[in-house]
T-cell receptor, first 108, second 115 residues
Framework: KNEVEQSPQNLTAQEGEFITINCSYS?????LHWLQQHPGGGIVSLFMLSSGKKKHGRLIATINIQEKHSSLHITASHPRDSAVYIC??????????FGAGTTVTVRA | SAVISQKPSRDICQRGTSLTIQCQVDSQVTMMFWYRQQPGQSLTLIAT?????????ESGFVIDKFPISRPNLTFSTLTVSNMSPEDSSIYLC????????????FGPGTRLTVL
């Protein structure tokens, strides 16, 4: 069983809709990352969380350490948000364990 | 922030040959990592590149197949040796800059196709 489980695997939304991606993990961590990967392959780090909530523009990330769960929300989604979103957890060193990713497609 | 560049961005190689991928960072960083992303899969850590010492490889990856150099705090190379079609992947380097900022940065990736 993977240490990091993401849901859903795929998600299609209409422009303007609110999107939620969930991430559950089974190990103790010092931080959790949300990453965005566009079709060209490059990865952008969106958030690094160790507690609570972070917001950047239309993106909001939350984490509940006790429940070992995190969510990434996209408000007022736009076609340019179409990408693969990856949750990665960081145990007490520098290495990351990655989820399988959620493919998000936002239709105009 | 840290800006990472990789060369080449993509390549098509013949079976049995080797390819060296370069990773350049615009600031000095302690921790550099090399990842592989096979088609349709998530990222898998190949090794941690340590400056001034041998790289630390993860289970399933060996130095003879993936030799790594880290000559200084801003540069690393990964070589994919004696390639086979199974090595067709995206290879990414990343750096951990928590000494300066609170995040990890990824390079743009090298898309490798082995025929």
């Amino acid at each position: 069983k993977n240490e990091v489980e993401q849901s859903p695997q795929n998600l299609t939304a209409q422009e303007g809709e609110f999107i939620t991606i969930n991430c559950s993990y089974s190990v103790g961590i010092s931080a959790l990352h949300w990453l965005q990967q566009h079709p060209g392959g490059g990865i952008v780090s969106l958030f690094m969380l160790s507690s609570g909530k972070k917001k950047h523009g239309r993106l909001i990330a939350t984490i509940n350490i006790q429940e070992k769960h995190s969510s990434l929300h996209i408000t007022a989604s736009h076609p340019r948000d179409s990408a693969v979103y990856i949750c990665a957890v960081q145990p007490n060193d520098y290495k990351l364990s990655f989820g399988a990713g959620t493919t998000v497609t936002v239709r105009a | 922030s840290a800006v990472i560049s990789q060369k080449p961005s993509r390549d098509i190689c013949q079976r049995g040959t080797s390819l060296t991928i370069q990773c350049q960072v615009d600031s000095q960083v302690t921790m550099m990592f090399w990842y592989r992303q096979q088609p349709g899969q998530s990222l898998t850590l190949i090794a941690t590149a340590n400056q001034g010492s041998e790289a630390t490889y993860e289970s399933g990856f060996v130095i003879d197949k993936f030799p790594i150099s880290r000559p200084n705090l801003t540069f690393s190379t990964l070589t994919v040796s004696n390639m086979s079609p199974e090595d067709s992947s995206i290879y990414l380097c990343s750096v951990d800059t928590r000494e300066v900022t609170d995040t990890q940065y990824f390079g743009p990736g090298t898309r490798l196709t082995v025929l």
